[in-house]
């Protein structure tokens, strides 16, 4: 067994004061936020239950991810107009251009921060 599995394996949660279980060993009846949310639930506020960890080989340090008991959790709030509403908005901030105010039709990198247009016209005057 590596040093890695003996770092990521504590069920009593003596080491890292909560339990902890090697990547993709943890019991049922308990999932990461994804986990919940494919399940269109969430952890509804409770505490966090235990966690899954693995070695990463590229940064060399350990990936966790945090874990709840489903049987607990509640259902997705569903989406009011409001939300819908905020979130168009924020999707037309996106895809408008600060340069031109155009809404370009997709959303604008943030690398740039400007549009295609307005970059090409930049790119041509230099």
Sequence with gaps: ??????????PTGALHGIPTYPWRLAPEGLATRRQLRAKGLRPGGQPIAAQVMRGNRRAGGVRVAYLYHVDRAKPVRPMTSRKWGALALAMLARRTCPRCRIDVGY???TSYG??????ALEEQRT
Aim: net charge neutral; aromatic share 6%; charged share 10%.
């Design 107 to 109: 959303c604008i990198p």
């Design 114 to 119: 400007i549009c295609g247009l307005c970059i």
């Design 1 to 10: 067994m590596s040093a890695v599995w003996g770092k990521c394996n504590d």
